[in-house]
């Protein structure tokens, strides 16, 4: 597996990558109007927008890529993973646990400032418990703005462990 940084070609296979699972997945927790709003909410012009805003992180198999996740900071102690999706045919064999690990990676390599990751989802029933299974805890709601409509989400939060930092300190 390679994690590599977002370029525009990748655009078209994030659009993809997060409309399948709106379209395949989510209708029995979201409204065909949300299901809409969702998947429009993203172009694959947007996709090149937002890898200026924010970090942005292709996952690739034997030279095919096969996941998409962002980071950003929200405030100087907590970063958001705003969007993580991996290709319908490959869930369920470790993709997605490889991504938040690699996310906390880089937060702790990259942000040291930041204490907290919290993740909001508008279909908690079928993807809290992934977040969960991670270490996250349910925190609160909250809302998620799409242009077409607001939805109800839930937030997710994990205190970043620092032991994992070199800090050079030595131990007696
Ligand atoms: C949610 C999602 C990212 C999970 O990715 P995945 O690659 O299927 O998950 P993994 O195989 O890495 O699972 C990691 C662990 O979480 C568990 N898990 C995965 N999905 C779960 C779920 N829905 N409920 C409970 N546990 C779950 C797995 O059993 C595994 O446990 P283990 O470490 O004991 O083996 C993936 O289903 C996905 O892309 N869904 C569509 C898009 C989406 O929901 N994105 C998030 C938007 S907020």
Redesign the pocket.
């Known amino acids: 597996m390679n994690i590599r940084k977002f370029i525009p070609e990748d655009a078209v296979f994030c659009f993809k990558t997060r409309a399948n699972?709106f379209i395949q997945?989510f209708s029995s927790e979201l409204s065909s109007q949300a299901i809409a709003a969702g998947v429009n909410a993203y172009m694959p012009d947007d996709y090149i927008r937002m890898a200026e805003e924010m970090e942005f992180f292709i996952l690739e198999k034997n030279e095919k890529s096969i996941a998409f996740f962002t980071i950003k900071k929200i405030n100087k102690t907590t970063a958001e993973i705003p969007l993580?999706?991996?290709d319908l045919d490959c869930?369920?064999?470790?993709?997605?646990?490889?991504c938040l690990q690699y996310v906390e990676k880089w937060i702790l390599s990259n942000w040291r400032e930041v204490k907290e990751l919290v993740?909001d989802?508008i279909?908690p029933e079928?993807?809290g418990?992934?977040y969960i299974?991670?270490g996250f805890v349910p925190t609160g709601e909250t809302t998620c703005n799409f242009p077409d409509m607001s939805l109800k989400a839930l937030r997710l939060t994990k205190k970043l462990n620092a032991d994992g930092i070199v800090t050079g300190k030595m131990t007696k």
């Not at 869930?91 to 490889?98: A, E």
Request: avoid cysteine; hydrophobic fraction near 35%.
């Open positions: 699972p997945k993580v999706y991996i869930l369920g064999s470790g993709i997605g646990k490889t993740v989802t279909i079928y993807n418990g992934f299974k991670a």
